[in-house]
């Protein structure tokens, strides 16, 4: 890297990213970027967190978020998938949320590791019509103090109706960050009655409050793209102060400007059927699985403890230690 370059990035680092403030770099120092994956391979690289200490630079933000947490299913113990999930920074739901006609219970035993697909399934349970509570899944991340990054879920969803695929960042109800995949409403196949979400893959960042308009929701079909049902497939959003930008496979789907969240939450994957036909439908008649390859998250945090850690990671590597993401893998 040329000196000037590096000055460049030095200074862009320090300008752009969200928790610039917290480097106290030292003048003139110089970044060395580690690229995470290789040229040749999708698969990420064997890089020790040391070579990551100061980061994680994204080139399509221009930023560079100082955390990372990762969901890698084949690292999975079937046995006791809690235990393991949790050494990744991962969470089991575990409770029933009180809806309309039916009542969703988040289950742990509706999550399964399927060695074939090397993949993390979260299970809405197939049932009869007439069951007054829907056994779903969920999973959340352990660290509650979420605030930007950018966020990559590589996923298939189910081809049997009735549930609803939610990838996602949440404080509250007006604080969300939505991805959502409704599989009774996937292609175009029939006109749609009054109030039916139109087919595709569901974008929504909330209102921040109760009284603002709906302004930030958008359906993209899938009809002409990729069949979310074949296959695994990239989606992602990156969330910045100036807006919330969607991916698909490497293709931008929007971007948000308004009304973006400014205060940290969670990320969740859930997978879930209440039966209300505005919205999952349902419920599944059989299991409707939404698969999970893997996970990628490089975020800023307002965790004091994590922040002093990375800080004094990042001084102890003199600075220099930054990791190059890849851009978004094309399906």
Known sequence: MQPELGIFFYFTLLIVTTQASLFNLAPRSLRTYRNLHSRDADNTVSVNVASCACGYYVPETKETFTHRITLNPSALDNSNIAASLSKQGWAISNWVQTSKPKNIKYSPSNLKYNSNAKALELIVSGGPASRSTINSAEISTTIDKILYGSFRFNVKASSVAGACSGLFYYKDDNHEIDIEI??????????????IPKPGVQLTVQPLTENQAFK?????????????????????????????????????????????????????INNWSNGDPYWSAGP??????????????????TDTTKIAAWKAACKKASYKKVCSVPRSKSG
């Open 182 to 195: 409704l599989t009774s409403h996937i292609h175009n196949t029939t006109t749609q009655k009054d109030g």
């Open 216 to 268: 930030n929701y958008k359906v993209v079909p899938f009809d002409g793209r990729f069949d979310p049902t074949k296959g695994y497939h990239e989606y992602r959003f990156d969330w910045l102060k100036s807006g919330v930008k969607y991916i698909v496979d490497g293709n931008s789907y929007g971007t948000y400007t308004r009304f973006i969240p400014k205060t940290a939450g969670t990320v969740l």
């Open 284 to 301: 599944p008649l059989q299991n409707s699985i939404l698969s999970v390859r893997s996970v990628d998250i490089y975020y800023n945090t």
